[in-house]
T-cell receptor, first 112, second 113 residues
Framework: NAGVTQTPKFQVLKTGQSMTLQCAQDMNHNSMYWYRQDPGMGLRLIYYSASEGTTDKGEVPNGYNVSRLNKREFSLRLESAAPSQTSVYFC???????????FGNGTRLTVT | EDQVTQSPEALRLQEGESSSLNCSYTVSGLRGLFWYRQDPGKGPEFLFTLYSAGEEKEKERLKATLTKKESFLHITAPKPEDSATYLCAVQLGTSGGYQKVTFGTGTKLQVIP
């Protein structure tokens, strides 16, 4: 059972470049999330999707967009990367909003 | 403002030396408190959910407890494989929609053989 799979694992971008982080889960979960993790700070929610067809902003949505492609897949797009977006990005899923989160292993993004 | 504070930031134990990690919170309307374990280079792994004061959950050498203001993660006779960062998260109860989850910054535990 793969659980939550994220691609790529590592990425280096130049300021202004764009990219999409991919996430897929095989647990038939309804809710999916994108978090970022920075040193000295707790995980912070960027966007979430409570169910297929819906997306909503979290705490730090500026500079990001998301797409819930289907029940399994939830992607995060950076349209014009900035050095402040250097971080580790985690995708997570849960059966419903409010349940325990199941995380992928992250994408380590560096923006120079 | 909702806050979650974990202490200590780092803890070094000898194998077999029991100890506790603390997660204190100042939130109104707590719905649940979660504990996660995070290994280097990996995503957090769910351990426990606690819902009400007085509740306890156990898994192997770990026991989580909850009061009205804090939670403890007790580690009994730890082994080197228990070395990880332990994250606490609190979930607020709201009517409908997303129920906000606030994460602490974690306690990095190192268990020395």
């Amino acid at each position: 059972n793969a659980g939550v799979t994220q691609t790529p694992k590592f990425q280096v971008l130049k300021t202004g470049q764009s990219m999409t982080l991919q996430c897929a889960q095989d647990m038939n979960h309804n809710s999916m999330y994108w978090y970022r993790q920075d040193p000295g700070m707790g995980l912070r929610l960027i966007y979430y999707s409570a169910s297929e067809g819906t997306t909503d902003k979290g705490e730090v949505p500026n500079g990001y967009n998301v797409s819930r492609l289907n029940k399994r897949e939830f992607s995060l797009r950076l349209e014009s990367a900035a050095p402040s977006q250097t971080s580790v990005y985690f995708c997570a899923s849960s059966e419903a909003t409010g349940g325990a989160l199941h995380f992928g292993n992250g994408t380590r993004l560096t923006v120079t | 403002e909702d806050q979650v504070t974990q202490s200590p930031e780092a803890l070094r134990l000898q194998e077999g030396e029991s100890s506790s990690l603390n997660c204190s919170y100042t939130v109104s309307g707590l719905r649940g408190l979660f504990w996660y374990r995070q290994d280097p280079g990996k995503g957090p792994e769910f351990l426990f959910t606690l819902y009400s004061a007085g509740e306890e959950k156990e898994k192997e050498r770990l026991k989580a407890t909850l009061t009205k203001k804090e939670s403890f993660l007790h580690i009994t006779a730890p082994k080197p494989e228990d070395s990880a960062t332990y994250l606490c998260a609190v979930q607020l109860g709201t009517s409908g929609g997303y129920q906000k989850v606030t994460f602490g910054t974690g306690t990095k535990l190192q268990v020395i053989p």
